[in-house]
């Protein structure tokens, strides 16, 4: 079992900066790749960042690409989205989710793949 905490949402102008945090508990965090998501009012919940077990590989969706960088510290058991040049389209609840067993390699897009899911943080973006 995995239990997922987001922090670091909060108001922002645009063109501002925000770094979200996700701590996790449960030892086999560092085994699970993390993923990054986003709903906002009336819409979908949708892909922001992915990050494989290791570190080594990540993927982001177009639409953050080149703003929000995704990391992970697995002796701290965290994951955090640093993002920069935030727009008014990026005001959402970011969620964080963890992959879950069994054990795989490699970054997932899909919300449906994750087992395990933050409670989330809002992130709103004025212009």
């Known amino acids: 079992q995995v239990h997922l905490v987001e922090s670091g949402g909060g108001l922002v102008q645009a063109g501002g900066s925000l770094r979200l945090a996700c701590t996790a508990s449960g030892r086999s965090f560092s085994t699970y790749p993390m993923g990054w998501f986003r709903q906002a009012p009336g819409k979908e919940r949708d892909f922001v960042a992915a990050?494989?077990?290791?570190?080594?590989?990540?993927d982001y969706a177009d639409s953050v690409k080149g703003r929000f960088t995704i990391s992970r510290d697995n002796a701290k058991n965290t994951v955090l989205l640093q993002m920069n040049s935030l727009k008014p389209e990026d005001t959402a609840v970011y969620y964080c989710?963890?992959?879950?067993?069994?054990?795989?390699?490699?970054?997932?897009?899909?919300?449906?793949?994750?087992?395990?899911w933050g409670q989330g943080t809002q992130v709103t973006v004025s212009s």
């Open positions: 990050i494989s077990w290791t570190g080594g590989s990540t």
């Open positions: 989710a963890a992959l879950g067993p069994p054990f795989r390699v490699g970054v997932f897009t899909q919300p449906d793949e994750y087992r395990y």
